[in-house]
């Protein structure tokens, strides 16, 4: 089975903080996709990034970076000098490789960041 | 470029009463998706679509029936609503898989409240 563990239920920093939000997966597949999803307080989840299982080399774009490590199953996303308006629930989310269904992906429980100016 | 839209966005009901949610996407999108948001347990897939007539259950299904008789659109209905209802509704919708796994594209959600 498959199971996304996010730890850190609430984070709240200072703007221009730098912050690490961790996600540990579980899963037998040996492909597989892993996704973070923003919601900010609007409510509407927005999509921002996704890795494949072979494909382990860091991304970064702009302020936000992410690290994937496979012989840990994590995938930690970090934004750097944090903002105001990075304020949200952020989930990362796990799917198998397609075997004829469709996308299903398995979600974590969110982690909630707070950025106070 | 409206995306995936859902109506209502709000809905307050009595146990025992039905409704249907509406998920009407423009994208030409072959995968559709129902989910559940409650305080604590992130999203959990209710019941998805994998093209026009075609529907199947996710990790929550009871409780709940959907229907997609147009590409375009995915409605959930709740025969008998119940207080263990009351969510925050998404829906999303994405391409067919080509190359693994697609990226989906969420509607704003519909709060519902079941009293």
Known sequence: ?117 | NAGVTQTPKFRVLKTGQSMTLLCAQDMNHEYMYWYRQDPGMGLRLIHYSVGEGTTAKGEVPDGYNVSRLKKQNFLLGLESAAPSQTSVYFCASSERRVSGANVLTFGAGSRLTVL
């Open chain 1, 1 to 117: 089975a498959q199971k996304v563990t996010q730890a850190q239920t609430e984070i709240s920093v200072v703007e221009k903080e730098d912050v690490t939000l961790d996600c540990v997966y579980e899963t037998r597949d040996t492909t597989y996709y892993l996704f973070w999803y923003k919601q900010p307080p609007s409510g509407e989840l927005v999509f921002l990034i996704r890795r494949n299982s072979f494909d382990e080399q860091n991304e970064i774009s702009g302020r936000y970076s992410w690290n994937f490590q496979k012989s840990t199953s994590s995938f930690n996303f970090t934004i750097t000098a944090s903002q105001v308006v990075d304020s949200a629930v952020y989930f990362c989310a796990l799917s198998g490789f397609p075997q004829g269904g469709s996308e299903k992906l398995v979600f974590g429980k969110g982690t909630k960041l707070t950025v106070n100016p």
